[in-house]
């Protein structure tokens, strides 16, 4: 075999990797403006003198808003949009309906859903007529480990005789979560914006030198992905330190505070490289993410920012940051690979820094901002547990190698952060009982 097929399967799969990644501009972390799902189901529909069963496909379009702060601390999603449904019922006549739904997320592991619209029924042998008339109907899903529905709904006939209403009760599927995915990866402080949290684009800038690992394509292209995802997020954080540091310095904060902030930029800048670094020897091309600029500032005031500074230190440094360096310890237990285990060490040392300074920065703001930072941060640590920032599929592949490359599965991530969550709240409210 020639040496320019050898390093065809390699390259190919980093221009994969690259077109699935890379975009024009900055990307959002979480794509929570629109959402579609499919889903099928089993039903069971009864009233009409007759009991019939049902087959059914579901599809929804959803527009979708924040479910708590618009633009900054994402703990699910709420969102409208139409809906179409068709069912068979007992292999003999369709039933019909179209409208819209609207709903959100409950918590990380469960949704609702309601729905309003228009249905048809063609006749059902020589029992019943056609009839149209008014569709009401209300679904809950449970988002973990699949997408499972359990759906109850009435069809209110506006038309024909006999006036009967049908009542129907359904378990189903879904290919996704009708209000969307969670965020993808976020390792370290995310980069927040007014239009949300973003990732920078991965550029590709050619062939590099291929990691010697024996890893089939698949798990090879797969992991690329994953550890570029890493970059980028790490990538997002050098502008988000500074715009701390310069946000710090602007309400007067202690010079050491923002000596650490632009500390913690060196750090990200180190973690960037290092991984692109993995990222580009498993896919064999040279993947780097783009710098973006700092978020301009946006406060009304010094009390505003101290709001949002306190907000974003307990979400981004105290949980995001401490949840980070948890999951690089973590993932550093089963790591086998040398490069990849220095990696996850230094990351797992500067997340663990990044997370005592987040504590710092919100002890200022609590001191600084009065009742109104106290109150703010209150209902943040008292409320119910957020959404996770790292909510990414787990990296496909054969478990011992993937682990072997410091990806965790999604059960090792999750638990990592119920453990931040837990010593967090505990010593967050602390420290307001101090305050």
């Known amino acids: 075999m020639s040496s320019c097929s050898r390093a065809l399967p390699p390259t190919l799969a980093a221009l994969g990797v690259v077109a699935l990644v890379s975009l024009p501009g900055q990307a959002r972390a979480e794509d929570d403006s629109f959402a579609m799902s499919v889903g099928v189901s089993l039903s069971?529909?009864?009233?009409?003198?007759?009991?019939?069963?049902?087959?059914?496909?579901?599809?929804?379009?959803?527009?979708?808003?924040?479910?708590s702060v618009p633009g900054?601390?994402?703990?699910?999603?709420?969102?409208?949009?139409?809906?179409?449904?068709?069912?068979?019922?007992?292999?003999?006549?369709?039933?019909?309906?179209?409208?819209?739904h609207g709903g959100g997320d409950l918590s990380r592991d469960a949704s609702i859903d309601g729905e309003l619209g228009w249905m048809y029924r063609t006749p059902y042998r020589d029992l019943l007529p056609g009839q149209h008339g008014l569709h009401v109907g209300v679904m809950a899903s449970l988002l973990d480990p699949a997408v499972v529905d359990f759906s109850a709904g009435a069809a209110i006939p506006l038309s024909g005789e006999p006036f009967a209403p049908e009542g129907m009760l359904g378990v189903g599927v879904h290919a996704a979560p009708i209000f969307g995915e969670r965020s993808t990866a976020i390792d370290g402080r995310p980069l927040r914006t007014a239009d949300g949290v973003v990732l920078p684009p991965a550029l590709g800038l050619g062939p590099a030198a291929s990691r010697p690992a024996r890893l089939d394509r698949a798990t090879r292209a797969a992991l690329a992905g994953a550890w570029l995802d890493s970059a980028r997020a790490e990538c997002g954080s050098i502008p988000a330190f500074l715009a701390l540091a310069r946000d710090l310095a602007a309400v007067g904060a202690p010079a050491s505070l923002v000596a650490r902030a632009l500390g913690a930029l060196g750090d990200e800048v180190r973690h960037t490289a290092r991984c692109s670094e993995i990222a580009s020897e498993l896919a064999g091309w040279r993947l780097r993410p783009a710098l973006l600029p700092p978020p301009a500032a946006r406060d009304a005031d010094r009390q505003a920012a101290l709001v949002r500074m306190a907000l974003e230190a307990?979400?981004?440094?105290?949980?995001?940051?401490?949840?980070?360096?948890?999951?690089?310890?973590?993932?550093?237990?089963?790591?086998?690979?040398?490069?990849?285990?220095?990696?996850?060490?230094?990351?797992?040392?500067?997340?663990?820094?990044?997370?005592e300074?987040?504590?710092?920065?919100?002890?200022?703001?609590?001191?600084?901002?009065?009742?109104?930072?106290?109150?703010?941060?209150?209902?943040?640590?008292?409320?119910?547990?957020?959404?996770?920032?790292?909510?990414?599929?787990?990296?496909?592949?054969?478990?011992?190698?993937?682990?072997?490359?410091?990806?965790?599965?999604?059960?090792?991530?999750?638990?990592?952060?119920?453990?931040?969550w837990a010593a967090a709240r505990r010593d967050g409210e602390r420290m307001l009982v101090a305050a």
Not at 76 to 98: D, E, K, V, Y
């Open 44 to 67: 069971v529909s009864f009233g009409q003198k007759l009991v019939a069963f049902g087959l059914g496909a579901d599809l929804r379009a959803t527009f979708l808003m924040e479910g």
């Open 72 to 100: 900054a601390f994402d703990s699910g999603h709420m969102g409208f949009g139409p809906f179409a449904q068709a069912t068979w019922l007992n292999f003999s006549a369709g039933r019909f309906a179209i409208g819209t």
């Open 314 to 355: 307990w979400h981004d440094g105290c949980l995001g940051e401490g949840a980070a360096a948890a999951r690089a310890r973590r993932s550093l237990a089963g790591a086998k690979d040398a490069g990849v285990r220095a990696v996850l060490g230094e990351i797992a040392r500067d997340e663990a820094l990044h997370a």
């Open 357 to 420: 300074l987040g504590w710092r920065v919100l002890a200022y703001c609590l001191a600084e901002g009065g009742r109104e930072v106290r109150e703010a941060v209150g209902d943040a640590m008292t409320g119910p547990a957020p959404a996770p920032p790292a909510d990414d599929a787990e990296v496909e592949g054969e478990r011992k190698e993937v682990q072997a490359f410091g990806r965790l599965p999604r059960a090792e991530a999750d638990a990592a952060w119920d453990e931040t």
